[in-house]
C-alpha cells in the first residue's frame, strides 16, 4: 500500500522523527565514546609496549665448555646469542643456559648499537635464571626496569620479548597462557613449576621477559622438542624467579630443597586398604628414603603422605595451589627455602602422625648420579692408561636425546639407582689410552668399576686414594661381571709420563684430586 501523504500523515512522521531524535544522539554519543575509551586503552597498551621495549637487552656470548670425553681438555668456543630484560637494582635477569660456561659476556639494550661488557652476579642451573650486570653505568642510563607480577590465570594473553634467530631487530610476540603445572627443566633436569605459552618461540628467545600488563610473570627458557606439537613454548614462573630472588639475599645461591621421598600414587583402591586408608583420605605411598635426606629419621618405607603444608595430597600426589589448579605436591616444597622447616601429615598403620622436616638438602645431594652440571670441570684421574672419572648425566648424555636407550645399558640403570650408606658415586673407566702396558684392553670404555683389589670404595675419592696409596704389585679392578682388568703397578708409574705425552695431557688428574691429603704419590 503506498503511503498517502496528506498533512495528518506528515504530523505524524514529524513526532516520530521527534521521539526519535534524543535517542540517536545518545546512540552516536556512546560510540565516540567507546571509540575514545578504546583508543585510550590502546594508547595505554602501545605506551607500554614502548616503555618495555628500552629495558629489553641482547645477550652476547661465548661458551668454553669441558669435554666429557677428554676431561683434560675444552671444546671449541662457541658464540650463542639470548634475550634478557633489566630490573630493580641495575641487574640483568636472563637464562642460566644462555651464560652457563661463558668465557666472554656481552649485552646491548634495544635500539642501541653499541655493546656492554657484562658479568654474571647470581646463577641457578636448577631454575635456568640468572642475573648479570655491567660495571659501566651508562649501560643503564634512561632504563625504565621492568617490575615484577603476580602468577597470571591460565588462558590470559601474555607478550614474550626477544631477540630470535639471532635477529637484530626486537620482536613482540603474543599468546595465551595455556596452563600451569610442573614440568622438567631441560637445562637441569629439576621438575619445577612453569607456564605453557603459544606465543612462537625460537632460538635466541631464550632468556627474555614475559610480560602482563608491563610486569614480569615468567622468563622464556624452552620450547617443546616433539615435532607433533607446534607452539607450544615454556617460561619459569614468577614465583620461581622470587624464590631465586629470596634465596641470594644472603649474597649465596643454595638451591631448591628435596625432602629424599621416593613415593608411589595410590589410585589403586586395594592398594588404599592394604595401608589402611578411610575412604576420605587419600595420598602418596612412600617406597624409599634417600640415604642423607633429613626425612630418614622420621619417615619410613610403608607410610602415607596425606598433606603438605596443610595442603590434602591427592592419589595422584598433586595439590591444589590455587582454586582448581593442581601440579606437584612438591609446589609447596619449592616455596621453602633450604634451612626452612614444612610440616607433613602422615599416616602409619592407620594412625595419623604429624611430623616437622627440617629441608637441608638439594636434589643433586641426594642423588648416586648427579643432574647436568655446568661452570665447573669434570673430575678424572689417569693410572696405566685408563682414564677414571665419576658418572654424571654430563656423560651419559653425549648419546644425545635419545640417551635412555643408546647409553650403556649399565650406565642408564646406575643413573636410575639411589645412593646408599656405603656408595654414593659411581667410578666407571671413560677410555682407554692404548700403550704397551694395557695391551688387550684397547675397546675398554665406559666400564663401571665395582672394587679395587676387593675393596670396595664409597666415593670417587676413596676410589683415588685406594688406587694411588696401593703397595700392592698389581692393581685389580672388578665390574659387576667379576670381569678383571689388571694393572702392574710398577709399570704403570714408569710409563706414567710417557702415555701423558704421547697423547699430549698436561695434568693427569683433575685439581680437585691434587688438593687431596695421600699417605703416598706414587707419580
Aim: charged share 25%.
Amino acid at each position: 500500500m503506498m503511503f498517502d501523504p496528506t498533512p495528518s500523515n506528515n504530523m505524524l512522521l514529524a513526532s516520530y522523527r521527534r521521539m526519535l531524535m534524543p535517542t540517536l544522539r545518545i546512540v552516536v554519543l556512546l560510540f565516540f565514546f567507546l571509540l575514545s575509551i578504546d583508543c585510550l586503552l590502546l594508547s595505554t597498551a602501545e605506551a607500554t609496549v614502548l616503555t618495555n621495549r628500552d629495558a629489553i637487552v641482547k645477550i652476547f656470548t661465548v661458551k668454553n665448555q669441558p669435554d666429557y670425553y677428554r676431561p683434560w681438555s675444552m671444546k671449541a668456543p662457541k658464540n650463542i646469542n639470548g634475550s634478557g630484560c633489566i630490573i630493580e637494582g641495575e641487574r640483568i635477569l636472563t637464562n642460566a643456559h644462555v651464560v652457563a660456561n661463558s668465557t666472554f659476556l656481552q649485552v646491548r639494550r634495544y635500539g642501541q648499537s653499541k655493546k656492554f661488557m657484562a658479568r654474571i652476579l647470581n646463577i641457578s642451573h636448577e631454575a635456568d635464571l640468572a642475573l648479570l650486570t655491567v660495571d659501566d653505568k651508562d649501560f643503564f642510563k634512561k632504563s625504565v626496569p621492568i617490575k615484577l607480577g603476580v602468577l597470571p590465570k591460565a588462558r590470559q594473553k601474555v607478550f614474550v620479548y626477544g631477540f630470535p634467530i639471532g635477529g637484530n631487530s626486537l620482536s613482540i610476540t603474543e599468546g595465551i597462557l595455556s596452563r600451569i603445572e610442573h614440568q622438567y627443566y631441560a637445562h637441569s633436569g629439576s621438575l619445577l613449576l612453569a607456564g605453557q605459552i603459544d606465543a612462537a618461540i625460537n632460538p635466541g628467545n631464550s632468556g627474555g621477559p614475559v610480560l602482563v600488563d608491563g610486569r614480569l610473570i615468567g622468563v622464556v627458557m624452552q620450547s617443546h622438542a616433539d615435532k607433533r606439537s607446534e607452539n607450544i613454548g615454556y617460561m619459569s614462573t614468577i614465583s620461581v624467579i622470587q624464590h631465586f630472588f629470596n634465596d641470594i639475599k644472603d649474597g649465596r645461591y643454595d638451591g631448591f630443597p628435596n625432602i629424599g621421598l621416593v613415593t608411589q600414587k595410590m589410585e589403586n583402591p586395594v592398594l588404599k586398604e592394604k595401608y589402611k586408608l578411610k575412604k576420605s583420605q587419600t595420598g602418596l605411598l612412600v617406597n624409599h628414603i634417600l640415604q642423607d635426606a633429613s626425612a630418614k629419621s622420621k619417615i619410613k618405607p610403608g607410610d602415607v603422605l596425606l598433606s603438605i603444608d596443610n595442603q590434602p595430597i591427592a592419589d595422584d600426589g598433586t595439590v591444589e595451589f590455587r582454586e582448581k589448579n593442581r601440579t606437584s605436591y612438591t609446589y609447596y616444597i619449592d616455596k621453602r627455602q633450604i634451612g626452612d622447616s614444612i610440616g607433613l601429615k602422615i599416616l602409619r598403620e592407620g594412625v595419623v602422625k604429624s611430623i616437622s622436616l627440617k629441608l637441608e638438602h638439594t636434589e643433586n645431594q641426594l642423588l648416586l648420579v648427579p643432574n647436568l652440571q655446568y661452570d665447573r670441570l669434570p673430575r678424572y684421574f689417569i693410572y696405566g692408561g685408563f682414564v677414571f672419572t665419576p658418572l654424571t648425566l654430563n656423560y651419559v648424555q653425549l648419546w644425545g636425546s635419545k640417551w635412555k636407550s643408546k647409553a650403556p645399558k649399565e650406565m642408564v640403570i646406575e643413573s636410575t639407582n639411589w645412593p646408599t650408606e656405603k656408595k654414593k658415586e659411581v667410578v666407571f673407566i671413560l677410555r682407554t689410552l692404548a700403550d704397551k702396558i694395557n695391551t688387550g684392553y684397547f675397546g675398554l670404555h665406559s666400564w663401571i668399576v665395582r672394587d679395587v683389589n676387593g675393596r670396595k670404595f664409597k666415593d670417587f675419592n676413596e676410589f683415588y686414594q685406594i688406587v694411588t696409596t696401593s703397595t700392592d704389585p698389581f692393581i685389580v679392578l672388578r665390574n659387576g661381571k667379576k670381569y678383571e682388568v689388571i694393572i702392574d703397578r710398577k709399570q704403570a708409574v714408569e710409563n706414567h709420563q710417557g702415555i701423558l705425552k704421547t697423547y699430549r695431557i698436561s695434568k693427569d688428574r683433575s685439581p680437585d684430586l691434587r688438593l687431596l691429603p695421600s699417605k703416598q704419590y706414587l707419580f
